[in-house]
């Protein structure tokens, strides 16, 4: 059975850091490329950042580059996205994703889905 389980989210102030984690299982993690999406209320769900099956390759959404970094530890199943300098417009409800094959930012070129984790920004 598939699974992906975020951690990690909670409410922060503006400025502050937070670090997600997506501990994964019923996959063999170390060949996906995995990736983080997010929605805010009343918004699409839009891709954040991705990270190769070996971590040799990121790619992140202009508005975070700089501040979020993605990683990933093949040995422990379990991706990360370390996000710094938060601002109020990155709330939002947090996804953890996976798929075979390169990274994307369309959404349904993934496969495996977490449940997210809310991330709330307070100014």
């Known amino acids: 059975q598939v699974q992906l389980v975020e951690s990690g989210g909670g409410l922060v102030q503006a400025g502050g850091s937070l670090r997600l984690s997506c501990a994964t299982s019923?996959?063999?993690?170390?060949?996906?490329?995995m990736a983080w999406f997010r929605q805010a209320p009343g918004k699409e769900r839009e891709f954040v950042a991705a990270?190769?099956?070996?971590?040799?390759?990121?790619y992140y959404t202009n508005s975070v580059r700089g501040r979020f970094t993605i990683s990933r530890a093949n040995a422990k199943n379990t991706a990360y996205l370390q996000m710094n300098s938060l601002k109020p417009e990155d709330t939002a409800v947090y996804y953890c994703?996976?798929?075979?094959?390169?990274?994307?930012?369309?959404?349904?070129?993934?496969?495996?889905w977490g449940q997210g984790t809310q991330v709330t920004v307070s100014s």
């Open positions: 994703t996976a798929r075979t094959g390169f990274s994307t930012a369309n959404g349904r070129e993934y496969d495996y």
């Open positions: 019923g996959f063999t993690f170390s060949t996906k490329t």
């Open positions: 990270i190769s099956w070996s971590g040799d390759s990121t």
